[in-house]
């Protein structure tokens, strides 16, 4: 019986070695591309027979939130977070930070490689609290088959104001009643942020005390406005997908995440292009996953050797995960010609990713997101007030959640 | 002096026998409601984050809450979607509960179609009414309102305010009133037939045979329904937080859905809490007015 016990004690033993360590990385990818990333995961765990990574995935960001604020105080957190930019500023003092060059020199990874409007918010104290890995910028999405039946090149589509106006009007004749050329959810707040940012303005003054949007926010309702007027916006909520994949609508401005979906399922009517400039300024809207460490998680070396390990794999293998519908966050990848030859459609879009904005990082971001849309809906669905009272009384709201927000933090 | 003492025993054998089967009860009761309730009122007083330290902040939060010039709307929200909600439920109930009770052809299959959507789980059902409701045109109430020719366009069913809350409301009746049908049947079977024979002979029409017979006869079983309606009603989040996500403009947003928001979304823990005993407050004043109502007309009718 002794020997028995010894046995199956060694046995336990030499199974709990024989794995080495274990990587817990926590991602938001549900849809097609988490099946990417787990094909770069298991391409990792068979060339590093000391590591393993397990790729644990929780869709909706409060969720996710919810989870790493728990896994934190309760040090369980995962090691390695894939996690959306703006879900990341409540957590920047408890990521693990390095310095440009500790990365560089520890790691190999060139934190000035990548794009700065990308980069900007993840510098804490001078270090560097996540590497970007990809940027979700918006393109245009648009059907070549009905830009060809009213006469429009299906090769050069609309890059200015005007031109995307004209495009549109022309569209109207072929669409479908109920529905317009270009059917968006023209509540989407994510629209506005662009158009926001392409008229100039952004949401917060540089300190976080006040709301900075009004001015550039009264345009871009305007601009929405007048193309719902024209019937080229819906004047009501729209579930977008359904009407573009039948052909029904015209044209998207959306996140590259669609790109591959709609080139499968469109075919050779599926036409990419860079948003329009619709504003007075060159930006784009674009979001990022960010690979962060908790540093409650990594405080043992050989854990964070591990978790860089894999982080260095996915920064020099990043080109496979921008087939999922990407655009690269490194200067070099997206000006490369293996990306140009590997995945055309990613390498036209990301040639605006140095005019991407993304939000600012502030912890309340969501919050005032979500109260922003609120006014929006009064705009531009219900359209019960005018742009210039909407944005008045938003920035209202908004000052209320900036003034407890500071009144809490001192 | 044995005697005695046996019988002693005697009772303190059927006490801890009592107390053991009382056990498995308390022991939940005390994790998940008691400790709770306790703890909820103790972070209340602080400001509470999973990530910082703790601090006491005495009666802040509830200031905050009051003062907060987005509560307001979300408890008059929520008041106005229980005034039209509970008492549509119950008529419906009632009609239902009424129709089931006369034996004829495929009653079970009818009782089990208004009663089974009361046991399946949230998520699965709203996913299933969203999609029925969904604003493209072959949305399944756009296409098929569009082929028999009663509107010409989709329809945004979440767009407006009272459409919204038209759809809010017919989803939780259709949701939740197969249990109630259930407590007004058995409610109604208990009632004499020879009540009804003898109002009929002496001339009661349908609406006074409803209203002298068959209402105080389920004045007990309604008094709990309406209890229990009030409560699910100042409970209302899944519906509005899967269909409509607050919208339009924030309008169909609930007390417990700004909870939701102050406590998950912005992980103010503290504030949640004091809000959550606004919500208990709100909830309080109404049962304490339908209890006096309620009272009052139990009265009279013995009187």
Known sequence: MKKFMCLALALIVFVGFSFGITITMMTPLTGADGAYMDEIVAKFNATHPGIEVVHVVVESSLDMKNKLSMGIASKTAPEIMFIRKFDMPLYLQHFKGFTPEEWLNNYGIDVNDIFPGVLEGLVIDGKVVGIPLDIWIFYMAYNKANFAKVGLDPENPPKTRDEFIAAMEALIPITPAGLTPYYENPAWTWIWFHLLWQHGGDLLTDDFKKPAFAKAGIEACKLMLMMQEKGILPMQVADPGVSFQSGDSSVLITGIWTIQPWMQQLGKDFGYAVSPQLGTTKAVFGGSHVLAMPKVMVEDPKVLQAATTFIKYLWDNAIDWYAAGQTPARISIAESQELKEKLPHIYVVSQESEYVKQFQMFPLISEIEAEIAVYLDEILVLHSISPEEGMKEAEFAVQEILDDYWSRVK | ?303
């Open chain 2, 1 to 303: 002096m044995r005697q005695s003492q046996s019988k002693s025993c005697k009772r303190f054998r059927r006490e801890v026998v009592s107390w053991l089967f009382l056990l498995p009860h308390l022991v939940f009761f005390v994790l998940f409601v008691a400790v709770p309730l306790v703890f909820g009122m103790v972070i209340s007083f602080f400001n509470w984050s999973l990530l910082n330290d703790n601090v006491f902040v005495g009666a802040s939060n509830y200031i905050r809450t009051w003062n907060d010039s987005r509560f307001w709307p979300v408890v008059q929200n929520t008041v106005i979607f229980a005034i039209v909600s509970v008492p549509l439920t119950i008529i419906v109930a009632i009609l239902f509960a009424h129709i089931l009770n006369k034996k004829r052809f495929g009653q079970l299959w009818l009782l089990i179609a208004f009663v089974s959507p009361a046991f399946f789980g949230s998520v699965g059902i709203l996913s299933s009414w969203k999609w029925i409701f969904a604003s493209f045109p072959s949305g399944l109430a756009n296409y098929y309102l569009n082929k028999a020719g009663f509107i010409n366009a989709a329809v945004s069913w979440f767009g407006s305010t009272g459409v919204a809350w038209g759809v809010i409301i017919l989803v939780t009746i259709w949701w939740i009133v197969g249990f109630s049908i259930l407590l007004y049947m058995g409610a109604l079977q208990r009632i004499p037939p020879e009540q009804y024979e003898s109002a009929k002979l002496d001339g009661a029409g349908p609406w006074k045979r409803f209203l002298y017979i068959t209402l105080p006869w389920i004045r007990s079983v309604l008094f709990f329904d309406v209890v229990r309606q009030v409560i699910l009603a100042f409970g209302l989040f899944d519906q509005a937080y899967i269909l409509s996500a607050g919208g339009p403009a924030g309008t169909t947003r609930t007390m417990v859905y700004y909870l939701y928001l102050v406590g998950f979304e912005r992980q103010d823990f503290g504030r949640a809490a004091s809000i959550s005993w606004y919500i208990f407050a709100i909830v309080l004043i109404f049962a304490i007015i339908q209890l006096v109502l309620v009272t009052k007309s139990i009265r009279s009718t013995e009187g």
